[in-house]
Every structure is written in C-alpha cells, then in structure tokens.
C-alpha cells in the first residue's frame, strides 16, 4: 500500500529506545523528515546514525516533554529544519515496577508526568500549527493497562486511560479542521537486544530488561492468543498506517496492538 508519507514531517517522542527506535526507522523507510525528540541524546544519536543509513532525513532534539516550553522549542526548530510539521507520534512513556504501596508519591508523579502530562505539552505544541493548515496526525502510545487494568501499573494505568480519553474528546474538537487523533494501547513489547535501548529507557533503569530472561517471557506468551509478545516493528506497522491518508477517516481510536491479548 502506498502510504504518501515521503517528505512528511513527523517528531517522535521517545524515538531513541525501543518501541520509538522502531517508529523512527518504520518513517525512514517511508521516506520521512524524522525528529527524534528525546532526554537520551546519545541514544538519540545512535538511532539516528542507524536512520540517516537508510538514507532518511533525521534531527535529534534533547527534550524532556514534561517541559512545556522544551516541547514548544521542539515545535520551532523542527518547523525551523524542515518547513513544515504532519505528524506527532507520542511515545514516551515510564513506569516504576512495583506494587502501588510501594511506590512514593514522586514515583506516582513521574507516572503521570511521563505517560500523560507529556502528551498534553507536546499536543498543545503542535495543535495550532495543525489547526491553521487544516491537517495533521497525532498517534499517542498507551497500553491495554489503561482499558483492562494491570497488576503493578496501577497509577500507570490510571494515566494511560487519561490519554485515551484525552485523545477521543480531542478527536471530537478538532476533526473539523482535518486532524486525525488516535491512540495504540500495546500489550508488553520487549526490547529485542540492549543495544536498543538507552540510559532512560523505562527497561534499563527500571531494570526490567534483565528480568525478561527467555523462560520469562515464553511463560509470558502462553497469556496471549498469537502466542508471542510484540515486536516494535508490530506497533510501527500499525502507527505509519495511521500517520497516513489511508487511514483518514479513523480518528478517536484506542486500538490495540498487543497478539489479541486485551480484545478490549
Ligand atoms: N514496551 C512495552 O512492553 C510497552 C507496553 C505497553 C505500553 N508501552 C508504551 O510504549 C511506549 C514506549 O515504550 P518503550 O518500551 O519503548 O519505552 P522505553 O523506556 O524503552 O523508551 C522510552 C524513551 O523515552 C525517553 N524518555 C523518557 N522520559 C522522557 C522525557 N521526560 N522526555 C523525553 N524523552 C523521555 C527515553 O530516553 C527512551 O528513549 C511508552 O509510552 C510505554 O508506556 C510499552
């Protein structure tokens, strides 16, 4: 299928590690101006030496998007580089591995910080510009905890779930002016190597990646209907289908990207 996405211009947040890394290198292979804004910059970097190989057009941004005014920085020098804006994909995304008892109430607000305040700054960045040339795609990453629930992701879902509502009430004030909003609620997507993630991904400081041992995670597939846990091509696939006019009369959808495991 052709996706018209050669020449369009899209950040991606989170775009160094993992899920975003797969993001970044799906829109280079479609031809894209690709921004990687991230807090990792020298992962940013590696993602983007691995992107510009495939011959893509590529800036990496430092950028913390619980920042308002980074993420608004973002929006300019990325308009500045490339003279126009399509796409945000918000990837970004934290959760601390433990019981909510046993978290502190920083940890609660960097959940919700990361998962959900980081979509309303870098949303409010670029919604204007979207406004005024009447078009634009916003794809958001939640997580099936944020419709079904999740052991240990409790304020972590919480905030997942505020993004998918966020983004349908969104979608029902600005689809008029030609901005389709749409969110993927992933079921678990593991890092395939540790050279796919950097110092801030969620899975090396949180430690998560070592605990994902082979036996692990084949116990883990036995709970999804494909059998498998995702791959971040898996989710790409799905978010530059979105991105693209192929799928421009869907908006407000929270569809999940996860081998059947939520169906919810
Ligand atoms: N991987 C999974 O199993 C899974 C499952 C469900 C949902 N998700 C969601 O998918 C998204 C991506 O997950 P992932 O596994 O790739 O995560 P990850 O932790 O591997 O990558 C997140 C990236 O965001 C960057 N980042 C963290 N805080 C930031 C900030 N404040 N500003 C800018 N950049 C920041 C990190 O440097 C990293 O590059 C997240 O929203 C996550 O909640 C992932």
Wanted: hydrophobic letters at 40%; one cysteine or more; a neutral charge.
């Amino acid at each position: 299928m052709e996706l018209g996405l050669a020449g369009k211009t899209v950040i991606i947040t989170g775009g160094a590690s993992n899920v975003g890394r797969g993001i970044v290198l799906a829109f280079a292979r479609e031809g894209s101006n690709i921004v990687i804004a991230d807090i990792d910059e020298v992962q940013g970097q590696k993602t983007a030496e691995l992107t510009r190989k495939q011959g893509g057009k590529v800036l990496v941004l430092k950028t913390d998007v619980t920042n308002p005014e980074q993420c608004q920085a973002m929006v300019k020098r990325t308009r500045d580089e490339f003279g126009r804006l399509d796409i945000l994909v918000n990837c970004v995304g934290w959760i601390y591995d433990r019981l909510f008892i046993d978290k502190s109430r920083e940890e609660w607000e960097k959940e919700v910080d990361t998962n959900y305040w980081s979509v309303i700054n870098c949303v409010r960045a670029v919604i204007d510009h979207m406004i005024a040339q009447r078009s634009g795609k916003i794809i958001s990453i939640a997580s099936d905890a944020g419709k079904i629930g999740e052991y240990r992701e409790a304020v972590y879902a919480g905030a997942k779930a505020a993004v998918i509502a966020f983004s349908k009430s969104l979608a029902r004030e600005v689809g008029r002016y030609g901005v389709n909003i749409n969110v993927l609620c992933l079921g678990t997507v593991p890092p395939a190597s540790e050279e796919e993630i950097g110092s801030e991904s969620m899975w090396r400081s949180g430690g998560l990646f070592y605990k994902m041992t082979p036996e692990v995670k084949e116990k883990m597939a036995k709970a999804y209907p494909l059998r498998r846990l995702g791959k971040a091509e898996d989710v790409a696939n799905a978010v530059v289908f979105l991105a693209s006019d192929a799928a421009g009369w869907i908006t407000g959808q929270a569809i999940s990207v996860d081998g059947g495991y939520a169906m919810a």
